[in-house]
Nanobody
Framework: QVQLVESGGGLVQAGGSLRLSCAAS????????MGWYRQAPGKQRELVAA???????NYKDSVKGRCTISRDVAKRTVYLQMNSMKPEDTAVYYC?????????WGQGTQVTVSS
């Protein structure tokens, strides 16, 4: 089992940047995949970006070129760097870890982008 704690959310103006962090309670070295999801009011949760244990990344089309997911195994932390942010990026952002058939979630961090 792994606990995930997100941080770094907040209010930012359109065009600005934020870096979200997801700290894990144990080593992330062997976790198959870690990702960032988001959920806006009235919408379904959606994948923003993910990174595998081998370092392979994938991104939602609308954030490609603006977001970068990375991980620091020594710090047991996954990051989401978001640049050129848009009002439509406003959502609660959740960290996710997938290990075998198990999926773990953080409690989320609010990101609000003002126009």
């Amino acid at each position: 089992q792994v606990q995930l704690v997100e941080s770094g959310g907040g209010l930012v103006q359109a065009g600005g940047s934020l870096r979200l962090s997801c700290a894990a309670s144990r080593s992330i070295f062997s976790i198959n995949r870690m990702g960032w999801y988001r959920q806006a009011p009235g919408k379904q949760r959606e994948l923003v970006a993910a990174i595998t244990s081998g370092g392979v990344t994938n991104y939602k089309d609308s954030v490609k070129g603006r977001c970068t997911i990375s991980r620091d195994v020594a710090k047991r932390t996954v990051y989401l760097q978001m640049n050129s942010m848009k009002p439509e990026d406003t959502a609660v952002y959740y960290c996710n870890a997938e290990q075998g058939i198990n999926a773990y979630w953080g409690q989320g961090t609010q990101v609000t982008v003002s126009s």
